[in-house]
């Protein structure tokens, strides 16, 4: 490897944001870097393609927008860096992504071990034929130009057996930040965006809860070579909760009005701050929901969060009678973030190092990733096997991770269902032990 | 963004990019020394090599690492480590156990 240039000095991009310029050179002066020389000492900012002008050193190129191969820092010195990946596209579009996972899909097939990839709900991109259109999703009446809605036995795709209507996300494949989000619980609501450029994703369903909202994590990513593909995740990230108290889209009567809005689905930080409390956590929050959650639920409706104060209601005091001290194994919860995260980079890397211009080395380039992530109840191991329901225990033989009621006892008749159908795949997949 | 999301998210994307800068830009860049191959492995193939290289590198960089936690992909990416978990040497088990957990 070669040695930086010394003193090291840094440039911004014109696109970093005049509010966002004071912060990052601040940061930048106290870890040692000075502005490059030519260029405004206070907001050294000049447009990318003026970067690699002659007489214009720098060490470190700060940009907001991705850098092209026509852009590439080669004639900028040794040692020097882009805070961008040529080819980073290959992660950050929704499209790439998904071509680059049923690629790996493809390639890992039958393989022993092979992962599920269960990281990313299943998504197929647009447009799709009205036939499969309708398998995935609910059909309607009134769709006279479009084949019937699938009968209650058409599997879904996948392989997963019919069941109740599920919603489906649609979005564009490049945009980011919740723009031209959808929430379709028809195909009549989807049909308008069944064009190029948007992408059908099943809806995460049920999601995990805190203070009756949706929330994701927030973790951050950073890639500084392709071959061999070196990433890291820092310790620190923090949890965001949608505006409005969640409502399922689906209920056993059919679709709910009012379940589409915008501030019950999206989390990210195109909705503002409308909700009146914080809605920013740090990490620890989020360990400590699931060391607490851990509290048989409530059975009124929609009773999938906890009671916000468990003595105050009836409800509550029967799960307060049936709670005991329960801890989520919250080790397990960090490996699986980290494992997901793993597979995201192995996922893209080969077609980044691939796609990336013999110019261009990597050497050049390093990436920090915000990447977001959604807790479906159901995923969230624990380390206890009792029925979070019921409070029942499973037999013996029963997988750890599961902790669904197999009683016929339990009150809620749809959530025993649903353990039991999971129940019995995981018997045929472990039997004969 | 109001000031109590500034109160928690500030001070973190300071912390979170002083640790990228010191990772990814103004570390020194003292070149990788190839580790010692363990007994017998005189004849290993260069992604033997390679993966040797790399715990190398991981265990040298976890001193200095500030907030980041190395992310290595698992062996299902990479057939060839298949071969490398059978050596009874149980090098490629303390490979793995540093790089997968």
């Not at chain 1, 769709?143 to 919603?167: F, H, N, Y």
């Not at chain 1, 809005?261 to 989020?286: F, I, S």
């Not at chain 2, 990788?32 to 040298?60: D, K, M, N, V, Y």
Request: glycine content about 6%; aromatic content about 8%; overall charge positive.
């Amino acid at each position: 490897m070669l040695a930086p240039p010394e003193p090291r000095t840094f440039l911004l991009s014109a696109d970093v944001t005049k509010t966002l310029r004071p912060f990052l050179v601040r940061v930048f002066r106290s870890e040692g870097l000075q502005p490059a020389p030519g260029a405004d000492a206070e907001e050294p900012a000049v447009p990318v393609v003026r970067a690699r002008q002659p007489g214009l050193s720098w060490s470190l190129l700060w940009t907001v927008a991705n850098v092209r191969a026509g852009q590439a820092p080669a004639g900028a010195g040794a040692g020097a860096k882009v805070n961008h990946f040529i080819t980073s596209f290959h992660l950050t579009h929704k499209a790439r992504l998904l071509q680059n996972l049923e690629r790996q899909r493809k390639r890992l097939a039958g393989a022993p071990g092979a992962p599920a990839f269960e990281w990313m709900p299943r998504a197929w991109l647009l447009p799709l034929s009205p036939d499969r259109l309708a398998v995935l999703l609910p059909g309607a009446d009134g769709a006279d130009a479009l084949p019937p809605p699938p009968t209650p036995t058409t599997p879904r795709a996948g392989g997963e057996p019919a069941g109740p209507p599920l919603a489906m996300v649609l979005k564009p494949t490049a945009a980011s930040r919740g723009d031209g989000f959808h929430l379709a619980t028809t195909w009549e609501e989807a049909l308008p965006f069944n064009r190029a450029g948007y992408m059908l994703q099943r809806y995460v369903h049920p999601p995990d809860l805190i203070e009756r909202r949706k929330y994701h994590v927030r973790l951050y990513l950073l890639l500084t070579a392709l071959d061999p593909p070196r990433a890291y995740v820092h310790r620190e990230g923090y949890i965001k909760l949608a505006m409005q108290p969640y409502v399922p889209a689906f209920t056993a009567d059919g679709p709910v009005s009012d379940a589409t809005a915008y501030g019950v689905h999206v989390t990210n930080h195109r909705q503002g701050n409308v909700y009146e409390a914080d809605p920013y956590h740090p990490l620890d929050r989020l360990w400590a929901h699931f060391a607490e959650r851990c509290v048989p639920m409530s059975r009124g409706a929609g009773g999938r969060e906890l009671p916000a104060a468990a003595s105050d209601t009836a409800a509550g005091g029967a799960a307060l009678s049936l709670a005991r001290p329960r801890g989520a194994d919250v080790t397990a919860i960090q490996r699986s973030l980290h494992r997901a995260l793993a597979q995201l980079v192995a996922v893209a890397v080969d077609s980044m190092r691939e796609d990336s211009p013999p110019t261009f080395t990597e050497d050049h380039s390093f990436e920090l990733f915000g990447v977001r992530r959604r807790a479906r109840r159901a995923r969230v191991p624990q380390t206890a096997t009792d029925c979070t329901h019921c409070a029942r225990s499973p037999p013996a033989s029963m997988p750890a991770r599961w902790t669904c009621c197999l009683t016929r006892r339990c009150g809620r008749r749809s959530w025993r269902r649903t353990c039991r159908r999971r129940w019995t795949r995981a018997r045929a997949r472990s039997w004969p032990p | 963004m109001d000031t109590s999301a500034s109160a928690l998210l500030a001070p973190m994307k300071e912390r979170v990019l002083r640790d990228t800068l010191r990772l990814a830009v103004t570390r020194p860049n003292v070149p990788a020394a190839l580790p010692e191959l363990p007994p017998g492995g005189e004849a290993c193939t260069f992604e033997q090599a390679r993966w040797f290289w790399i715990e190398s590198e991981a265990r040298r960089e976890l001193a200095n690492l500030g907030g980041y936690l190395p992310l290595m992909p698992s062996a299902e990416f990479w057939p060839h480590v298949q071969p490398l978990l059978a050596d009874p040497s149980g090098y490629a088990a303390r490979l793995h156990a540093l790089l997968f957990t």
